[in-house]
């Protein structure tokens, strides 16, 4: 079974650093392009941040400059960097992954979208 836990949210003032993690289920993790959204109250869920499996990296404008996502592949595990935090950064962040697997011995793929259950971050003014 595939998972996805989310670490690290909690209560910070702003101005303040936090730093998420996320560790998959290591069957998808070299296979998948990883990413934070976030989900604010009131608001619909948005891309943070995308790391692909080239590394190449792209980020939201409103966090650019902010946050950093990267990851360890012996780990599993990717993480997401936020400095310089405001208020609007409240938000329910979760973490995603999505590839596409081989699925029978004659190559046949499938894409799958994978989610964490989410990590609360509180940013007090």
């Known amino acids: 079974q595939v998972q996805l836990v989310e670490s690290g949210g909690g209560l910070v003032q702003a101005g303040g650093s936090l730093r998420l993690s996320c560790v998959a289920s290591?069957?998808?993790?070299?296979?998948?392009?990883m990413a934070w959204y976030r989900q604010g109250p009131g608001k619909e869920r948005e891309l943070v941040a995308r790391?692909?499996?080239?590394?190449?990296?792209n980020y939201a404008d409103s966090v650019k400059g902010r946050f950093t996502i990267s990851k360890d592949n012996a780990l599993n595990t990717v993480y997401l960097q936020m400095n310089s935090l405001k208020p609007e950064d409240t938000a329910v962040y979760h973490c995603?992954?999505?590839?596409?697997?081989?699925?029978?011995?004659?190559?046949?793929?499938?894409?799958?979208?994978?989610w964490g259950q989410g990590t609360q971050v509180t940013v007090s003014s």
């Open positions: 790391i692909t499996t080239g590394d190449i990296t």
């Open positions: 290591r069957g998808i993790f070299g296979i998948s392009n």
């Open positions: 995603n992954a999505k590839g596409r697997m081989v699925v029978s011995v004659e190559g046949a793929t499938r894409e799958f979208d994978y």
